[in-house]
């Protein structure tokens, strides 16, 4: 067993999980958006990016690209909150509430292609 694939694998499956977990919370009750949500998809997110850099084969660049989209989306969203946080004090309004749901939901996408690489690579080992 390889250490640095499980830890791998164990934070891009949690990346996945976590922004599923902020997407569908936020589809269900668009009021009770959390922001600690949004930054531990992020956070978990850029340590999974920076776990790739170190692959130098052609599902690990891949894999790479897509965290690198994931991030960037995560990023975008947090932007957008602490731009509308800074300029009211009441509720995300419902345009704001879409638009970071919809990155989130890229995110999202690009997160299960992720896992849907992290799979066919690991069929590809030979044991």
Do not use: H, Y
């Not at 300029?87 to 849907?116: E, K, M, P, R």
């Amino acid at each position: 067993m390889n250490l640095e694939k499980v830890i791998f694998a164990f934070f891009i499956i949690l990346a996945l999980s976590v922004n599923t977990s902020f997407f569908i919370s936020g589809l269900i009750a668009p009021d009770n958006l959390q922001a600690i949500e949004l930054w531990l998809a992020l956070s978990v997110s850029l340590i999974c990016t920076f776990l790739k850099f170190g692959d130098r084969t052609q599902f690990g660049s891949t894999v790479l690209a897509s965290s690198l989209v994931v991030d960037i989306l995560l990023i975008a969203a947090a932007i957008i909150w602490g731009i509308a946080s800074f300029d009211s004090s009441a509720l995300l309004s419902t345009a704001q509430t879409a638009t970071i749901l919809s990155l989130a939901g890229g995110a999202l996408v690009a997160n299960l292609l992720s896992v849907i690489l992290l799979i066919i690579e690991t069929s590809q080992l030979r044991r």
